[in-house]
């Protein structure tokens, strides 16, 4: 029988006790020959009396603990995550950071823990526009009952309990959204979204009068078409959009009244109009929708007319933008939106409805 190593001759009555301890053990065992240092799962089941176990943990964790104690490391709650608890009690918990375990009935394990997850949308949102998030968590072997939302980024979840919460970022930068759930065990996890903001959708130097029809559509006309205005999730400034309803043709806008620029710059000079655009019917759903610059000399005739295409999204406001190049000094522009294929009850909404001088 083979004790612990004597380095020192003080080291002899520790190497002897091991060497006595392996006998005992050899001797439970039937074993001809050991090595105490070899007989770690043994001296575990065998610990008797109880100081050989405090003993074993020394041996075999001693200065991990002491580290941990010393330097206020995990190092210690690392290893018991790493290699789990053998044989867990109903009610005992596991805890690693955002993660946590629930021993469950029947001894065969810990409770998983659910898979945190949420949806942002608008995917690309503008400073100024509200942004809603949807949870999407699951569970593996239960059901998802809390949730907690940090929406400011002080890592306190205290934002919000619901499955679903909206937030509008002020200004343009890169904010982080986290979501904590909770299974029906107590079980937790962590979701962690970058979302992107930019620019406000309204900018600085705009020349229409009402972008975002907060108090009312002045400033606006339909042509072929009823203006309203609504309340409505996601718009890109505020919490109002335009409502444009067709009245009848089979093409349908929005259009500013009187003209946001009046006097154009000089000849070659650059202006880019911009709107946020959502259908607001079924039947306008993936239509194509316009915005155009269009240049009208003292005469009022359209002399040039700048524009971009793009089609109706069912659920999110998208940005459109054009710009154009004037053709003669003093003549004026005006922002003009319009949808084609119209059909009885189509209709979009419009918002940040903008115009400025490059």
């Not at 105490?36 to 603990?65: I, T």
């Not at 690392?78 to 109903?90: H, K, R, S």
């Not at 409502?243 to 006097?263: A, H, L, Q």
């Amino acid at each position: 029988m083979l004790g612990s190593p004597a380095r020192t001759p003080s080291g002899l009555p520790v190497s002897h006790a091991a060497a006595r301890d392996a006998i005992r053990i050899a001797l439970a065992t039937g074993r001809a020959v050991v090595r105490h240092d070899d007989l770690v799962l043994e001296r575990l089941l065998l610990a008797n009396p109880p100081d050989e176990l405090e003993r074993l943990v020394e041996s075999q964790v001693g200065k991990l603990m002491r580290y941990d104690e010393s330097s206020g490391s995990d190092l210690c709650r690392t290893l018991e995550v790493y290699l789990g608890v053998l044989g867990p009690a109903v009610g005992d918990v596991l805890d690693a950071d955002a993660i946590s375990m629930v021993a469950t009935a029947g001894g065969t394990g810990y409770d998983k823990a659910p898979a945190a997850a949420f949806t942002s949308s608008p995917a690309a949102p503008a400073a100024g526009q509200t942004v809603t998030f949807t949870d999407t968590s699951t569970d593996p072997d239960g059901t998802v009952v809390g949730r907690a939302w940090d929406l400011d980024g002080d890592r306190a979840f205290d934002d919000g309990a619901g499955a679903t919460v909206t937030r509008t970022f002020a200004t343009a930068g890169t904010r982080t959204v986290r979501e904590q759930v909770t299974d029906n065990l107590g079980a937790t996890s962590v979701a962690v979204r970058t979302i992107v903001v930019g620019a406000s959708a309204v900018p600085t130097g705009n020349l229409t009068t009402n972008p975002s029809f907060e108090t009312a559509t002045t400033g606006w006309v339909g042509t072929t078409s009823a203006l309203s205005r609504v309340a409505v999730a996601g718009t890109a400034a505020g919490t109002y959009a335009a409502k444009v309803t067709r009245s009848s043709g089979t093409t349908y806008g929005i259009d500013d009244s009187p003209n946001s620029v009046t006097t154009a710059a000089a000849a070659g000079s650059t202006y880019t109009a911009a709107a946020w655009l959502r259908s607001a019917a079924t039947s306008s759903n993936g239509k194509t929708v316009t915005i155009q610059i269009r240049e009208r000399n003292a005469a009022g005739t359209v002399v040039r007319t700048s524009t971009t295409t793009t089609t109706l999204n069912a659920t999110t406001f998208t940005r459109v933008a054009v710009t154009g190049t004037v053709l003669t000094a003093g003549n004026s522009l005006d922002v003009f939106v319009q949808q084609s294929g119209a059909v009885a009850g189509d209709a979009f909404y419009a918002d940040a409805l903008t115009i400025v001088k490059n």
